[in-house]
Each structure stands twice: as C-alpha cells, then as structure tokens.
C-alpha cells in the first residue's frame, strides 16, 4: 500500500500563509495552520496517525482519514485529543486535513513557494534507507572500509585478546 506523507520543514516556511489560502479556497476553511514560535513558523497539519487519538475518541465514528460532517455532531473531543492540534472547527463541525485525496499534490504543498511543505512516498523511503543500511553493513558503501561485519566483530574479537594479554 502507498502511503503519501505530507512533511514539514519549518526552518523553511516564512509564514506567508499561502497553503492556508490554497486550503481554505478548497474547503472552504483552512485545514492548515501557520504558528509562530520565537521566529520560526510551524505548519500545523495532521499527520494522519495510524491510532489515531481523533478516531477513537469520536462517539459518532465520523473520522477516518477525513471527517465525515454528515455524522460529526460537534462535540470538539477530537481537536481536543489531537497531539498536534491540528483539528479545527468551522460551523461546529470538526476538519483535518485529508490531504486532498482527489489532487496529484495537495493544495498547501502545490502552494507553498519556499518548499517548506512536500510529499514523501514512504514506502519508497522505507525501502531507500533499508538499501543503505544493508549495504553499509556489508561494507559496501562507497569509501567505507572495515565497517562489514565480519570486521566488526574481528576487530572486537581482537581488542579482547589486547585486554587478556595485558592482565
């Protein structure tokens, strides 16, 4: 199953509020919000949590990955769970962000100009950083020497009998 995962970079973001706009254009109310914090800005979005504390909080069952506003009753139990805060009410109904399913690129990402925002395939990622681990434990990574296991445990093997020898 592909997983797309919406990163934030806050050592990136100006605070322009553009993926605010784009959000709130689309839905009619930001899903996203921009947060200020000894100069920096934080993007606050949800981050799609796989037990999530929202859906199993909601007595009416209206969250899954999106919240469905037919069921949810506006009780606020879900924004007030959510270790992000980054559930919100509009019209006493609870929004997070979705990640615009039915979008090649979410809205807040297509617009926000300084990269702050993007998508990361995480299976993809998962499997590039397994491929380096692998390879870095077979001693096969470029300019690495002596980092295989088979050097490991003899140079292990080795520094024990220097310890032996000098007792």
């Given amino acids: 199953m592909e997983l797309q995962k919406i990163v934030i970079q806050p050592e990136l973001c100006d605070g322009c509020r553009d993926c605010e706009e784009a959000c709130k254009k689309l ?41 469905d506003p037919e069921r949810c009753i506006g009780c606020g139990l879900c924004m007030v769970v959510c270790p992000f805060g980054a559930v919100v009410m509009e019209d006493r109904k609870a929004q997070k962000c979705s990640q615009c399913p039915d979008l090649d690129t ?19 990622l998962k499997l590039e950083r397994q491929k380096k681990f692998v390879s870095r434990m077979a001693g096969v990574s470029k300019g690495q020497r002596g980092s295989d296991i088979l050097s490991i445990l003899t140079a292990k093997r080795k520094a024990r009998q220097k310890l032996e020898q000098e007792d």
Wanted: glycine fraction near 2%; charged fraction near 30%.
């Fill in 27 to 67: 839905y009619g109310a930001s899903r996203i919000m921009i947060r200020e914090l000894d100069d920096v800005y934080y993007p606050i979005i949800c981050q799609q949590c796989e037990d999530a504390p929202c859906r199993t909080v909601c007595p009416t069952d209206a969250i899954d990955d999106e919240v």
């Fill in 106 to 124: 979410p809205a807040c990402v297509k617009a926000c100009s300084k990269r702050a925002l993007s998508v990361i395939d995480t299976e993809k």
